[in-house]
């Protein structure tokens, strides 16, 4: 197993013992829990990732792996959330983290391209192939589109230049016009674009652990706290509530918006909804909340134990012999 930056998780001994955890948390059940955590399976096991809702909530976009658990890339597909019936959307196999336009036509993904993640968009139904809507040095992670349908929202990873992960944003039809809305130091990420307004929920680094801020999109506006003593993965819809998780807990708190841009918003105190094992990264949103707010997309851990530890003994005289025999 490796964590959301990629590292192993795995130690040595100086005697030769290696101990670590298998990559065993990639598959998993697509489950509908409501929001006292009973849950059901949408569909069998495979390697899901990134479910999202679709705008109508009788839909969901989710991607299957190809095989690689550190990214989960893989093909993005149309789920039915009654049935569990499945369409293809794309078949580039370096497809992930979809978003639905909120028209509910079309997805916003990340793919690899170039050696590096582009924007790409999509017929929603996979009817139409897929074209480039931004490619950015760093590369374009997490995107979403403002309730209006006229502001792209995304992380971009910019490595090496003292910003970390930062979240920029312009009109869709003005790719000049990008501009960074939160570039800092820290690490931001994990956005949800609110369901009206120039509103976004994001997670942050900045007090030395991860919590969900709220701001609006605007250059310099001010940043309120939803988070109490840490969250991740924030997910916001139309029933004006926040959800996000810590842990293995999901928590929620409702949100009040002012009528103007000098408003402050009302946000309550966070509640916990029901605890229960599903995957995460804590780095990126990988379930959803229903647009009414009453069920979540989440995928299932591999079984109820908990991963299991590997110990290998004699390990470096393995490697020793194997690295003896290639050099013959």
Do not use: C
């Amino acid at each position: 197993m490796s964590s959301s930056t990629s590292s192993a998780h795995f130690d040595l001994s100086r005697t030769g013992l290696l101990v670590y955890l298998p990559a065993s948390g990639s598959i998993g059940d697509l489950m509908l829990v409501d929001r006292s955590g009973s849950a059901r399976a949408v569909a069998d096991r495979r390697a899901w990732h990134f479910p999202r809702f679709a705008p109508s909530g009788s839909r969901a976009a989710v991607g299957i792996g190809s095989g690689n658990a550190n990214t989960r890339e893989g093909d993005l597909w149309s789920v039915d959330i009654a049935t569990g019936v499945k369409l293809r959307v794309t078949s580039d196999g370096s497809s992930s983290r979809p978003a639905w336009t909120p028209d509910g036509e079309s997805l916003l993904f990340s793919r690899r391209a170039a050696g590096r993640q582009v924007l790409a968009r999509v017929a929603g139904d996979g009817t139409a192939p897929p074209t480039t809507l931004l490619d950015q040095p760093g590369g374009v992670f997490e995107a979403g589109l403002t309730a209006d349908g006229g502001t792209l929202v995304w992380r971009q990873d910019t490595p090496g230049t003292g910003t970390g992960r930062d979240i920029l944003a312009m009109p869709v039809d003005t790719p000049s016009a990008a501009r960074p809305v939160l570039q800092t130091r820290f690490d931001e990420r994990g956005i949800a674009v609110g369901p009206v307004g120039d509103w976004l929920a994001y997670v942050s680094n900045e007090s030395g652990r991860n919590e969900v801020y709220l701001r609006r999109l605007a250059p310099g506006s001010r940043r309120w706290p939803i988070s109490r003593n840490g969250g991740t993965e924030p997910r916001w819809t139309r029933s004006g509530e926040v959800f996000f998780r810590k842990a293995d807990s999901v928590f929620v708190a409702r949100v009040a918006l002012g009528a103007s841009p000098t408003d402050a918003p009302r946000i309550a105190e966070p509640t916990l909804l029901f605890t229960g094992r599903y995957q995460m990264l804590g780095f990126e949103p990988t379930w959803d909340a229903a647009p009414d707010g009453r069920t979540f997309l989440m995928v299932s851990t591999a079984g109820d134990a908990g991963p299991a530890v590997m110990l290998y003994a004699n390990w470096i005289e393995r490697w020793k012999r194997a690295a003896l025999g290639a050099a013959r």
